[in-house]
């Protein structure tokens, strides 16, 4: 019963998350004032990074509580390097109250400028 659980509630809670093309994703960002965050280390931030976007390493204790301070209710753009940890967090957010999480498809190995 808890492997039916696990799997179904993943499911249940990941309902707000949607897996964006990278071109779909690019459009929904050209509005600046979206919530686009790099969950990815500092040091592959620094490597390179979409623009406008903020860091919060996924791996850091203080990804909850730099997630806490964005707005719930508004979009949420995540991104990573291929897709692994972004959608990780999708699910840690969706818990987190997110309402509208959009992870973009095979992160930034996918993305092409």
């Known amino acids: 019963m808890s ?8 499911k249940s809670k990941n309902l707000n998350v949607k897996v964006l093309s990278p071109e779909t994703y690019k459009t929904k960002i050209s509005n600046n004032k979206v ?10 931030f620094k490597s390179g ?19 806490n301070k964005l707005n719930k209710a508004e979009p949420l753009f995540i991104y990573c390097r291929s897709g692994s940890r972004s959608h990780q967090a999708s699910f840690k957010l969706a818990e987190l109250g997110f309402e509208e ?13």
């Open 49 to 67: 990074h979409l623009k406008n976007a903020r860091n919060i390493n996924f791996y850091s204790s203080n990804f909850v509580p730099q997630f």
């Open 101 to 113: 999480i959009y992870d973009l498809k095979g992160g930034l190995l996918n993305w092409k400028a």
């Open 3 to 10: 492997i039916f659980s696990k799997i179904f509630g993943h």
């Open 35 to 44: 919530q686009l965050v790099d969950v990815r280390t500092a040091l592959e």
